[in-house]
């Protein structure tokens, strides 16, 4: 497969160029450990790109190297103070713990920066026309990082990081960000809480960790909470009935995808009961959303999803969608 992975840097540029879909990610991701047994490890990222060498996807991407979020870039959505005291707990050897959940080691900081720095590079491969859309296989994910906190395995928020350059760079007056890992992201929803220049559409189980979100919404935050079981119909009837009204509404001119898979039926820390057709489809009808307002551009992040073979599968429904290349399921 390192093989398979080498051959895009030989494609001529003239092909790179008409691709729809950027793929990005960077080695260092693959550095971030959080000790054995932790479920947010290296192998996710393997999972996803096996699966989609092995689909015959992968060569229809455009492959980047995801680039590294500057402290200025993280100060957008972060605290001064917060940023240093996380470069301040990078540890020479072993683990530092920034919370019960979310660890460093030596190379995390790195990653991390190269986490939430994959969205920006995306943002400006889609502006600049050079692809239609981007999807980042990147970790650590951002969603419950807040303005000056880790948690949840997250240390910055890279959609946060993300929808901000849009904003400041970009100069665009709505972005919007779909939301469907099965924890609520608390931290983006903390960030662009008071920002109506930000719609955020969220829908995850309830109750269930980090135990809010329920009530917590706004005319810009869309919060649909879900019980323990769900199935893709009922995610399906509140992405219709809740998600698609404010977005008609808000009109953003970018849209953003929190991609977590661990609402996936095989993921053993969701409770949810999600399949790979519901991926497709909740990708699809944004795709709508984007074409209709954002002259089709979508950043995609990785966040949640730990059943290796399910996140494999349910990466490839969400690309090939984004790729406008036909899925049986």
């Known amino acids: 497969s390192q093989s398979r992975r080498r051959q895009h840097q030989d494609r001529p540029q003239g092909i790179v160029s008409i691709m729809n879909t950027a793929y990005l990610t960077h080695p260092a991701c693959l ?26 996807l992968w060569d229809f991407l455009s492959h980047h190297e995801a680039s590294k979020a500057s402290k200025e870039e993280l100060a957008r959505v972060h605290t001064s103070e917060y940023i240093e005291w996380v470069f301040n707990q ?12 979310t660890a460093m080691n030596p190379y995390s900081l790195n990653a991390a920066l190269h986490a939430a720095g994959a969205g920006i590079k995306a943002i400006d491969l889609v ?12 970790r650590p994910p951002g969603h419950h990082a807040g303005r000056a906190n880790a ?8 959609m946060a990081v993300a929808a901000a350059h849009a904003l400041e760079y970009h100069g665009l007056q709505r972005v919007a960000i779909a939301d469907f ?59 219709t009935e809740q998600w698609l009204p404010a977005l008609e509404r808000f009109q953003p001119l970018f849209l953003f995808i929190s991609a977590g898979f661990d609402v996936h039926w095989e993921d053993g820390m969701g409770g949810l009961a999600l399949r790979e057709a519901d991926y497709f489809w909740v990708t699809e009808t944004l795709k709508d959303i984007a074409n209709r307002y954002a002259n089709g551009r979508i950043v ?30």
């Open 31 to 56: 550095k971030h450990d959080m000790g054995a047994g932790h479920p947010e490890c290296p192998a996710r990222i393997h999972a996803i790109e096996n699966q989609l060498i092995a689909s015959g």
């Open 90 to 101: 990078s540890p020479h050897s072993g683990l530092k713990h920034l919370d019960g959940d």
């Open 127 to 138: 502006m600049s026309k050079q692809v239609k859309n981007a999807f980042c296989n990147i």
């Open 151 to 158: 948690a949840g395995f997250c240390i910055f928020n890279n």
């Open 181 to 239: 890992d099965v924890h609520h992201g608390n931290g983006t929803e903390e960030i662009f809480h008071d920002d109506p220049r930000v719609m955020l559409c969220s829908t995850f189980r309830h109750p269930y960790y980090p135990y809010c979100g329920a009530d917590s919404g706004n005319d810009h935050i869309i919060n649909v909470p879900l019980a323990a079981g769900s199935s893709g119909a009922q995610f399906r009837t509140a992405v």
């Open 300 to 329: 995609s992040l990785l966040e949640g999803g730990y059943a290796l073979h399910a996140l494999g599968r349910s990466v490839l429904a969400h690309i090939k969608s984004l790729s406008n290349l036909s899925i049986a399921l």
